[in-house]
């Protein structure tokens, strides 16, 4: 019973203090819309990176003149790889058909043989694309069988981690600043629609009321402003990304686990600074 009261209570509350719960709920709408943009621009700056590291590729040459066996010795081998996604063999009638398409020319016009040796390009799963990984493979696989050379985009590698590393530094560093901020606003405006009660707070600690008694519509309170406040900015990031897809930017990536964040995340802040706030006005009465 007293918990249906606290329920009926709480939603009451929200409705004699309006000003201060739409300042609330608006704060919060405000604050979730800003931890929306950069989970969704993690996310997609995670997937960017994913993207890139993809496309490095490692090429293992085999001699001009390998023969089949250790040709066919060489792809067990990269097969056999735990690290290894995909092994492509590229003959040397398939790289001079590649040389043909990037340079415009048969290589017989130019030569009289095919002087271009058959190749390996080797994709590596996810959790082993980094230029560390990538050097320990290439000293193992240069071991192999009439391999000749193992060759990799190195430079660009390097360059490229060396940016995601201060790229995702920055944006680590911008996402705790945006909770910092959002969970300090959201405090100090809950804070606002439980002074705008604390003669009520003061009544019904006259009345001889317990403190679980008393918080509990403050309690609902935050839940449900933080609830109101999830849907709503759930709703502008939805249509926001649409028209973002749209016109602006086809390729960006959505998770629908972003919206239970942003649910979660609302309804815990409510929930705790309503807590916090409430307390801090036992003390004083």
């Keep these: 019973m007293s918990l249906l009261f606290s329920i009926g209570e709480g939603i ?3 409705g004699k203090a309006r000003l201060a719960m739409t300042l609330s709920v ?16 993690a ?6 990176i994913t993207d890139l590291r993809e496309k490095v590729e490692i090429e293992v040459f085999m001699e001009p003149e390998a023969r089949q066996t250790s040709i066919a010795q060489v792809k067990q081998a990269l097969e056999k790889q735990p690290e290894i996604e995909t092994v492509q063999y590229v003959s040397k009638a398939d790289a001079a058909k590649r040389f043909e ?3 415009g020319q048969n290589i017989y016009d130019i ?4 002087p271009l040796p058959p190749s390996f390009i080797v994709q590596l799963k996810e959790p082993y694309r980094s230029s560390k990984k990538i050097m320990e493979l290439a000293a193992g696989w240069k071991n192999l069988p009439e391999v000749d050379e193992v060759v990799y985009q190195k430079m660009l590698l390097a360059a490229l981690e060396n940016y995601i590393r201060w790229i995702q ?12 901020i959002s969970i300090s606003l959201i405090y100090n405006t809950i804070r606002l ?5 604390k003669d009520m707070i003061y009544i019904m600690r006259l009345v001889g009321a317990t403190e679980r008694f008393i918080k ?3 309690l609902v309170e935050g839940l449900i402003q933080g609830l109101i406040a999830a849907v709503f900015a759930s709703l502008i990031v939805f249509y926001g990304v649409k028209i973002v897809k749209t016109f602006i930017y086809p390729y960006i990536t959505m998770d629908n686990r972003i919206y239970v964040g942003m649910l979660l995340f609302a309804v815990g802040i409510g929930f705790v600074s309503a807590g916090l706030s409430v307390r801090k006005y036992l003390r004083i009465v």
């Design 12 to 14: 009451r509350g929200m």
């Design 26 to 41: 608006s704060s919060m709408i405000l604050t979730l819309l800003l931890l929306g943009s950069y989970l969704i621009f």
């Design 43 to 48: 996310l997609n700056l995670n997937q960017w």
């Design 101 to 103: 398409e990037e340079f």
């Design 111 to 114: 030569l009289e043989s095919n």
């Design 169 to 180: 530094l920055g944006a680590v560093a911008a996402g705790l600043f945006i909770t910092i």
């Design 193 to 197: 629609t439980v002074y705008a009660r």
């Design 216 to 218: 509990r519509p403050f």
